[in-house]
Structure formats: structure tokens, C-alpha cells
């Protein structure tokens, strides 16, 4: 068989296995455990600093309102149409405990993907945090803090449950590219996704980074603070201080 043949019945049996908009593959486990836990404690703002400041989650809301609920899990990537929730039912059950689910739902606003009933799954599966970029509802259940639920906005207008949709494929999420697998941080200063393969070189300069804020802390506490730290800067840029 040709080469070109074989591509061609490699791409018809992908269809044949797969209608359009349709595919659900593995979540690959490339974060092992030790690591999930050393950034259990990890604050975004501190992932964000030691990522160069420009990446993570924009415009999305905290809707547990529980400002102390921490994310930190493999991401289970979710995109699905617009207004429709039919494959983040079949995420939640595939997810692992302590899965994040983050969910691709094109940043549309006008029907909830997620609601209360799913929130009892969710909690029920020990499943770790959503991310959705869309619309979630039942706001009252959210807000008991029990499972944390980051949202684009919220409706009371419910979704439709005819597909299509994908799972565990690289998706767009209010300014973040996340694949399967990624480490994913949230909490109340927002969300931000770590690749897969920089999580473990990420470790020490988080950890580097937490010290050095821990000292400046402690300066700032005891009203010790160098002013050359600041006015050096002004210096370099021609303010005669």
C-alpha cells in the first residue's frame, strides 16, 4: 500500500470512528502526584510573577465565594457549542478526583452550561474545580463554597444537551491555551494554566520567589524598608531623587 493510500484510509476510519465536532480522548497523567501537591499552597499572583506577569484567566469570576478555595489539578478540557452541555456531562465522568475541568464554551453568556444538579456530580465525584469560559446558574448553590467554579457570567437560561462537542483536546479559555494534562491554579485572584512540560521547572523559582516576597514582608513590618529599591529605579530613568 502507498503511502498516500494509507493516509487516506487512516483519515476515513478517523471519520468513520468520529462524526464531526465529535472526539474524546485520554487525559494524559504528565503531572505526576509529588508535584500536584508541592503546588497545592501556590498562589496564582506568585505562578503568574515567576511566568513573566502576562499570562492567565481574563474576565472570569469566582462564584464559590469563598475566597480561601484553592485550585490545583490536571486540567480535563472540555469545548463544547455554545449554550450546549451534552460532553461536560461525559467529562465528569471521566474525571479523576481532583480533576479540574476547564471548559471551551466559546465565552458566550446567553445559556448556562453548568448548574446545580451538575454541581452535586461534581462534588459527589470529588472532582477539583471548573473553569468555564460561558455561563453558569443556580447561584445560591454555588455560593456554599463546596466546590470551586470559576465563570464568564451567569444566566438563568438553561443549555440544550445535543452535542457536539470534545474532550481532552487543546482549547481556548478566556485567554489561555490549555491542553490535557496541564496544572491548573486557581483562586481568589483568578486562574492561570502551567504547561505540562514547564511544571517542574516552574518549582524552584516559585519556591525562590515565595521567599523573597516572605522578606520583603517581614521589612515592610517592621517599617525597615530600603528606599534605595525604588528610587535607584526613579534614578535610572532621570528623576533627581
Not at 498516500?4 to 483519515?11: K, L, V
Not at 451534552?86 to 474525571?95: D, E, G, R, T, V
Request: charged share 20%; net charge negative; hydrophobic share 45%.
Amino acid at each position: 500500500m502507498s503511502n498516500n493510500a494509507a493516509i487516506e484510509e487512516g483519515a476515513a476510519a478517523a471519520q468513520a470512528a468520529w462524526p464531526p465536532g465529535y472526539r474524546i480522548e485520554t487525559m494524559p497523567a504528565l503531572v505526576g502526584d509529588e508535584l500536584l501537591a508541592a503546588f497545592a499552597d501556590v498562589p496564582v499572583a506568585v505562578a503568574g510573577d515567576c511566568m513573566g506577569r502576562c499570562i492567565g484567566a481574563l474576565g472570569l469570576r469566582a462564584y464559590h465565594e469563598n475566597v480561601h478555595a484553592h485550585l490545583c489539578g490536571r486540567a480535563l478540557t472540555v469545548r463544547v457549542r455554545p449554550g450546549d452541555n451534552l460532553m461536560i456531562h461525559k467529562a465528569f465522568m471521566m474525571a479523576a478526583p481532583g480533576d479540574i475541568i476547564v471548559v471551551d464554551g466559546g465565552g458566550d453568556t446567553t445559556q448556562a452550561l453548568i448548574g446545580g444538579l451538575m454541581r452535586t456530580t461534581a462534588i459527589a465525584r470529588r472532582i477539583g474545580g471548573i473553569v468555564v469560559n460561558g455561563a453558569i446558574r443556580d447561584l445560591a448553590e454555588w455560593a456554599d463554597g463546596r466546590m470551586p467554579v470559576f465563570a464568564r457570567g451567569h444566566t438563568h437560561r438553561g443549555p440544550s444537551k445535543d452535542g457536539p462537542g470534545e474532550i481532552n483536546i487543546p482549547v481556548a479559555c478566556a485567554g489561555m491555551v490549555v491542553h490535557a494534562g496541564d496544572l491548573v491554579l486557581g483562586d481568589a485572584d483568578g486562574v492561570i494554566c502551567i504547561p505540562a512540560a514547564d511544571v517542574a521547572a516552574l518549582l524552584p523559582r516559585v519556591r525562590k520567589h515565595l521567599e523573597k516576597e516572605a522578606a520583603i514582608r517581614a521589612s515592610n513590618e517592621r517599617g525597615t524598608s530600603d528606599p534605595e529599591r525604588f528610587d535607584a529605579v526613579l534614578r535610572a530613568k532621570g528623576l533627581p531623587v
